[in-house]
């Protein structure tokens, strides 16, 4: 909550005070002794009202006064809301190690499925677009809002012929770019990219945090997932040579993904990071993250709100006072 004129927020003292004074008021000793011997009668005329009904219409009254001083000062309320300029870029690694079928099927398939199931999430109207890597980058879908022409890019992710290795920082970079060549012109807070990678960084010319550097700088928040086990995956066809070579450079070795970069790329940009060692996680990260994403935030005055709760209240309050305000039959 914000507001547009804060310094008028001094004038909550105002209903406090009244407050105090009627309370000093109530406490005081009256002036007056009644000088009626008959008390049969008056306890007769007289209504037996419990003291917190008499406080009522009071309490009211002072609420709906300090709810009016709150109105005056032009009271904000921050929403995220969809943007049809709003685009997601996703992410996918597609090096060799993503045939490791630690993930069942496979991490490269269970990308694929979850990939559809983002699509099925995020709203109609927002594009969307998809950017596959290995050691080099390429965009397979530019931002869209065709869903179909998404799909078949997924689709086609096993197909990509990229130099072998992970290239975190260039893949972060680029879906940077492509969201701001999306979006150019509009405000900040209508890109997200959804990045998802099995391994860690051994190609590629920039750096993962300098990428994830890029990305805050651009106001654009990195999602990340971490697919696979921390104790790297099997099958797939591409074993290690002989001797303990890593390979990285080639996509062998090392099959476990690096959740510590992916979840500092996240913090840094300000995006959520998911580890996901099943196919059930990978998908329900991607349900959380299509209902989420590609929101910017946004102030609405909601002075009027605060009004029609002013009304209420004194509405309640003189109804209130008519039903315990003392009287004589």
């Not at 001094?10 to 000088?35: D, F, M, Q």
């Not at 597609?94 to 694929?112: F, G, W």
């Not at 999602?223 to 104790?231: F, H």
Request: glycine share 10%; proline share 5%.
């Amino acid at each position: 909550m914000s507001f547009g004129h804060p310094l008028l927020l001094v004038s909550l003292l105002l209903p406090g005070v009244a407050a105090l004074a009627y309370l000093l008021i109530e406490r005081r000793p009256s002036k007056y002794v009644v000088r009626y011997t008959n008390l049969d009668v008056l306890a007769a005329v007289a209504e037996v009202r419990q003291r917190w009904r008499s406080r009522i219409a009071a309490a009211l009254f002072l609420l709906a006064i300090a709810v009016l001083c709150v109105a005056v000062a032009r009271p904000h309320a921050t929403t995220s809301v969809q943007d049809e300029r709003a685009t997601v870029v996703l992410a996918i690694d597609a090096s060799r190690s993503m045939q490791s079928d630690d993930v069942k099927p496979s991490r490269l398939i269970a990308a694929e499925r979850a990939a559809k199931v983002f699509l099925d999430r995020v709203p109609k109207r927002l594009r969307v677009a998809l950017v596959v890597f290995s050691g080099d980058v390429q965009v397979a879908a530019p931002p869209t809002t065709d869903r179909a022409l998404v799909r078949e890019a997924v689709d086609e992710i096993g197909g990509f012929t990229g130099f072998g290795g992970t290239a975190i920082g260039d893949a972060i970079a680029r879906a940077v770019a492509v969201g701001r060549e999306a979006t150019e012109g509009a405000p900040k807070g209508l890109v997200t990219v959804v990045f998802l990678s099995d391994g860690r960084q051994n190609r590629g010319v920039i750096q993962p945090l300098e990428g994830a550097q890029r990305a805050r700088n651009a106001g654009i928040p990195v999602n990340t997932i971490a697919l696979g086990s921390t104790r790297g995956g099997g099958g797939g066809g591409f074993a290690a040579p002989p001797g303990g070579f890593s390979g990285g450079r080639f996509g062998f070795g090392n099959r476990a993904p690096d959740p510590a970069t992916l979840r500092q790329i996240a913090r840094v940009t300000g995006g959520r990071f998911f580890a996901a060692r099943t196919a059930a996680s990978l998908t329900d990260a991607y349900e959380k993250l299509g209902t989420k994403v590609a929101s910017r935030r946004s102030k609405t005055e909601v002075t009027f709100a605060f009004v029609v709760a002013a009304a209420g209240l004194l509405l309640g309050s003189l109804l209130a006072g008519a039903r315990w305000s003392p009287r004589l039959p």
